[in-house]
Every structure is written in C-alpha cells, then in structure tokens.
C-alpha cells in the first residue's frame, strides 16, 4: 500500500469531473455552477492556466471536453457552440454542438455523437482540415484509448443495459464483434490502467458500483458496492458519491476511488485488499490520474495533487493483439448487440444463444430475462 499526501492544493471552484490530458500533464476541470471550464498544469505544482466561459456565464449547460492526444489542445462543446483552446486563446469552430466529442487517436478528426439536430442513431467523424463529415455508429460519454495502443473504448448506453464497445483506431469507429453487457445505465467511461491489464468501470442506475474486469480477458475480477465502503452513520450512503470518482495511477494494480468523506480509498485489485487514506476536508467531488500517473482530486472549493510513488509500467502491445484474434468488425448498419459476442465478465452469450434463450434463472442478469421472455412469446 502506498502512503498518500497531497504536495499541492490549490483553491478551485467547484469541480465536478476532471478530464486529463492522455500525454502531457495538463487537466481540464468541470466547473458544476455555473457551467465552465478550467485548465491546470499538474506537476510537481498545481497552477490554472486558462479557462473557457468562466469570465461570463458563456454555457448554458455542462460542457463536455475533449484533449487532442499530442498537443496542448482542448475542445468544449455546450450549448450554443464549440470553441477550441489552446495557450493562445479560444475560437471558435464551425462545427454543431454535439452531447459528446472526442478526437480521433491521430488528432485529425474530431467525433461527435450523436448527429445534431436530429439523426441520433449516428455519430459523425469530422476531418478538421477538409471538413469532410463521415457517418459513424452511435457512443456515448466519450473515448478512451488502451495505453499500448492499437485500441479504443466507448459505450452505448439504454436503460436496459450498456455496452462497452471496442474499436481499432481509424478515421471513425468500427466496433468489433466482442463486447462488455452491463446491467442498467448511467455508467461512466472505461478507465484502463497504466500496464492495460484492468478496466474499472464506475456506475449503475439503481446501486452504485465500480466493476473491474481483467483485461484482455475481460473476465471480472471485482464488484465494489460503494455503500459497502460508506460511512454506516449516514442515512443516504449512496446519495454524495461523486459519479467520477475512481482513476488507476502509476501502480497499476491499485484503483483510487474518492470518497463523500474527503477519504481516498486505495483497492489492491489482486489481494482485494483496501487502504483508507484521509486527504481532504469536503466530499470528493471528482478525481482523475494524470499523464504520469499521479492524483488530482477535487473536493469543496480545492484541488489537491497526489503524487504515486513508482515507476509508471510501460502497457504490452501484445495484450491487445491477444484481444484482437479471432475479432472482427461489426458493419455500421448492424446493431452490436445484435452482432457481436457479449459477456458480463461472469458469462459469455452468443448470437446463436441469444436467439434461441426462452428460460433463465433467478439470478441472470435483467436484460438476458427480458430477452429470454421476448423469445418465449414469439414461439
């Protein structure tokens, strides 16, 4: 277990998620009221940088953000437009306002999803220097890259269930025929950690939980119930829990998750082992790892960095060629969960399977009973 102490607390406003830049030390802050956007360098010191919308109330609703994956450089959408920032200032881009944005892994397109105004069974890729718009599958919530590379990572979400989707990188997404299932929605994006061998996942509608699966396997490994971890002299133990509150640092087989008790919670994935660390005096409101591993956490008006001691572990490529066999690619007019083999990370079920399923058990999941019921009455 590692000893945890903050070596840089800033004053902030009141931070609602924390996106980090994929290579370079910078962090993007959500500002929850009002809507805006904060930059930080995060290294050895925390220091603002810039801002977008903070001067004036500019967004009318939360923004979304994406991080080009090389440059200094951050995309804000929200509301009426999307401006791009980067140490010169911010413009504007010609580009419509989107409920999700993301660059492509090479920096030259930018995603959204879905097509505004009113085509949201799509996502487009848009090549920022032609402005060739190019149809996509529809995600959600965002894009993540496996830090070996050769992989990305997003969802789509429906009440029922979510999926977490895999793709090669390209100029848009290609989803691959093998999937995450995950009961219910309002799940938050995959987080890899640093060696690419775990995937946390935080969410769920109805429980609030942090799942975690091996990877490539995608076998789970852990399901955390967060009103497990709670305070038992609280009367709503899942209500102040952040929704972004759990990041991999520089060791990768430890999870952080923040606490509404201003505690960092230190998960030894393979032991199953937890380590309590007090750090601020307010709920975490939002916590994030940054390019080289260390912590940035969020609390009531503070940002602290947490810095993880050990060398950051380099990810295998071959760990991601190892999920690539025997995978291919779903055609864009077929739904993944139509197309595509889907595991819990307990169970696998396959097209043929799902095709035919008129029974289950008490204990299946919720979205394989209603398709086993749907079955049943078409016979």
């Known amino acids: 277990m590692t ?11 009141s931070i609602g998620a924390l996106v980090s830049h994929p290579k370079l030390p910078l962090v993007a802050g959500i500002d929850q009221d009002p809507p805006a956007v904060h930059l930080y360098r995060a290294e050895r010191v925390l220091r603002e940088i810039g801002a977008v919308g903070a001067e004036y109330e500019k967004f009318d609703r939360w923004p979304v953000v994406a991080w080009h994956p090389e440059r200094p450089e951050l995309v804000v959408s929200s509301g009426g437009e ?4 980067t140490r010169s200032g911010v413009s504007a881009l010609d580009i419509a306002v989107s409920d999700d944005v ?6 030259q397109s930018l995603w959204t ?12 890729a848009i090549d920022l220097s032609t402005g060739i718009v190019e149809p996509a599958p529809l995600w959600d919530t965002g894009i993540v890259a496996h830090p070996a590379g050769g992989l990305v990572a997003t969802k789509q979400s429906d009440q029922g269930a979510t999926l977490v989707l895999f793709s090669r990188p ?3 997404l290609r989803f691959l025929d093998r999937a995450l299932i995950l009961e219910s929605n309002c799940w938050g994006l995959p987080v890899f950690s640093s060696d690419g061998r775990y995937l946390a996942i935080r969410g769920n509608t109805y429980e609030h939980q942090v799942l975690v699966f091996e990877f490539p396997s995608l076998r789970r490994v852990r399901k955390i119930s967060l009103a497990s971890l709670a305070d038992p002299k609280r009367r709503k133990p899942n209500s102040s829990w952040s929704w972004v509150n759990v990041a991999f640092g520089a060791r990768p087989g430890a999870l952080w998750i923040g606490t509404p008790s201003g505690t960092l919670l230190e998960l030894d994935v393979e032991r199953d082992r937890t380590k309590k660390h007090k750090l601020l005096g307010s709920a975490v409101t939002a916590l994030a790892a940054t390019s080289n591993g260390d912590l940035v956490v969020a609390g009531d008006g503070e940002l602290a960095l947490v810095p993880i001691p050990g060398p950051r ?3 295998d490529p071959a760990t991601v060629a190892e999920f690539l066999v025997g995978t291919k690619e779903i055609p864009d007019d077929v739904l993944p969960e139509d197309h595509a083999v889907l595991t819990d990370g307990t169970g696998t079920w396959r097209q043929e399977d799902l095709a035919t399923i008129t029974k ?5 999941p919720h979205w394989l009973r209603i398709r086993a019921q749907v079955n049943a009455r078409r016979r």
Do not use: M, N
């Open 170 to 172: 390209g100029e848009k």
């Open 113 to 124: 999803s879905p097509t505004p105004p009113d085509l949201y069974d799509r996502s487009d």
């Open 3 to 13: 000893v945890v102490q903050a070596i840089a607390r800033i004053p902030a406003a």
């Open 82 to 85: 999307t401006v791009r920032w």
């Open 102 to 107: 993301a660059f492509s892994p090479d920096g």
């Open 360 to 364: 289950t058990a008490p204990g299946d």
């Open 313 to 315: 572990t380099v990810a």
